[in-house]
């Protein structure tokens, strides 16, 4: 029977698993760009309520590198997947590079570095926070960097 008629080796399909899986958490960090990354919440026992301002991820130039770092590692697990499971590896670069930018939104960024923190007791407290987004991204971005370095050297 001729090669071509064969079925795929299991490498390759582990290997198009891994592409698959650099894609995933490439849209899943493309995603994550768009959710809260930080607030500016005021809280008041006296009162018993609470107000928060959010600051999604794309609101911030970190955000936006994000979601185009989102975009590229997207883009490398879909080429990767379709075409030569060795291409998800280059997502490792847009990874490397969204883990460096969301760790920069809190250290750098307008999102929480102008912010300013206020504590008045019961009367009143303003303090600056995190958003669940701002993990997820930053779980998404070490995820791709993870998956991207398995799809190079992982043997099935």
Known sequence: MADYLQPAPAR???RRGYAI???AAGALLTV????P???LEARSSLLGGAIAG???GVDDSFGVYTLIAGLAALACGLAGALAHPRLAALAVVPGAAAVLV?????IEGSGIKDRFSIDLGDLLSVEPVIRFGW???LASAVAVVVLSVLALVRRA
Do not use: D, E, K, Y
């Open 12 to 14: 390759s399909r582990a």
């Open 21 to 23: 899986a650099v894609g």
């Open 32 to 35: 994550c760009a768009i959710l």
């Open 37 to 39: 990354w930080a607030a």
């Open 54 to 56: 959010s600051v999604r």
């Open 102 to 106: 969301v760790v920069l939104f809190v």
């Open 135 to 137: 993990f997820a991204a």
